[in-house]
């Protein structure tokens, strides 16, 4: 049976070979940068052009007053899942294997938040109001809508994203250490002179790391869990047919963890290649990352189901209607998309020649979240184009170009900042691989089977 990491690596190879990713990646790092400013300054035209003509040029109007924006939102927060809980999951469960790719995953939980928040702020047009969606006293005694939505939406986001940075920083510090001592002088070593907070290594500087490490992940995991069964809770508590469902929190987690897991394969096949981590990012842990990400399949895949099924027995016909003209209007194509994407394609997640097939799981990972982004979609716009009042129904409204502008343009913003985060900062866990290193070593030495 292959082994997750070579037990022989010495923890000063470990070292070189992740210091030297900060400084000399393959030149295919620079082509994705490349890709990605051009793909943001399409973002930033389109907002600049509809801030100045208005949203209507957007092609959002009534009932289709959220379209693609909010749909993207929700796919945005749930790619953020995967990271920071399963990360917290994982290292309570002491899953070992997680350690050499938790890094870049909890980084990619803090920049899909970001460009989440994006969509809240361009969604409302007037850009400069954006306070209004953030609970604040102000001099005229009022207060914000506690019942809307878009507050809900706003705290979740900033307690996440808060508490996922510093989840994320507490994690780094004995590397930052590391590059501190290792590094030439420089802006990067007075960056990580600051950051590593004076970190000598100690003993009981590592109790107190350990000690904090820990608490700050059991928080974290109800927390990740409650904020998107908030954004679940934007659907679930409004009777428009569709959204009326008592099993959307649970249905939204799922589909985020799921969504999540998808996009870390994406970014380990990138990352293994970009920064040559190909003695660290294995195709033993891809092989469990595949695995892991088929189960969750398997369970959006039961929890889709269970909704379609309580719909269509239900005495709903609102609902009912919304279904059958998901699955044969206007957007069947991309209802289909997503049934076909999210769970026909996992299947092939099942056999073992897919599990370590570099270029095909790369293809399938694209493909799982292009079914989720389907998803999301196909959550948003069918209801609102055929809601309970039939002079409300708009079964021939499709997204602008400018709206698939926006959200084509979204990835390019995700892909510049976590790119530039990798280059920056050690996009794997060095003092956590030395510590897998020896342990599995140590196993193997005591007769062991090489780890847990």
Known sequence: ????????????????????????????????????????SLFVGGEIYQYRNGMWV??????????????????????????????AILHL???????????????MTTFSLMTAGLFVMVHLGRLWQFYYSVPYPNERGLWPNFQSPLLWDAMAIFTYLSSSVIFLFIGMIPDLAICRDH????????????????????????????????????????????????????????QQPGWHVTSFP????????????AAIITLFIILRYV????????????????????????????????????????????SKDVLIQKATGPYAFAWWGMIICGSVVPLALAFKKVQTNIPMLFSVSLLLNMGMWLERWMIVSPTFSHGYYPWTWD???????????MVFGSFGWFTLLFMIFCKVFPSISMYEVKEM???????????????H
């Open 93 to 107: 469960m002491h899953a070992d294997w997680r350690k050499p790719i938790y890094r870049f995953a909890e980084a």
């Open 183 to 238: 590094l030439h002088p420089g802006w990067r070593k007075k960056l990580y002179t600051v950051l590593a907070l004076g970190w000598e290594g100690t003993d009981r500087q590592w109790r107190n790391f350990r000690v904090t490490y820990l608490t700050v992940a059991c928080y974290l995991i109800p927390l990740a869990v409650s904020v998107h069964s908030i954004v679940a809770s934007d659907f679930a508590m409004s």
């Open 58 to 87: 957007s092609g959002q109007n009534n009932p289709h007053v959220w379209g693609l924006y909010i749909a993207t939102f929700i796919f945005w927060i749930g790619m953020s899942h995967s990271g920071t809980l399963l990360s």
């Open 437 to 451: 290193v020896y342990h599995r070593s140590l196993a193997s030495k005591m007769g062991g089977k090489g780890g």
């Open 1 to 40: 049976m292959a082994k997750d990491i070579r037990e022989d690596i010495s923890w000063a190879q470990i070292n070189s070979d992740v210091l030297k990713s900060l400084e000399s990646p393959r030149p295919m790092y620079w082509v994705i940068i490349a890709i990605a400013l051009a793909m943001f």
């Open 395 to 405: 079964h021939d409204q499709f997204p602008s170009f400018l709206q698939w502008g």
């Open 275 to 318: 920064f040559r981590f190909e003695e660290y990012m294995t195709l033993p842990i891809l092989k469990k990352t595949a695995r892991l990400t088929f189960a969750i399949a398997m369970v959006w895949t039961y929890l889709n189901a269970i909704e379609f099924a309580s719909v269509w027995y239900s005495h709903d016909q609102a």
């Open 250 to 261: 649970p249905y939204f987690v799922a589909g985020a963890l799921y969504s999540g897991c």
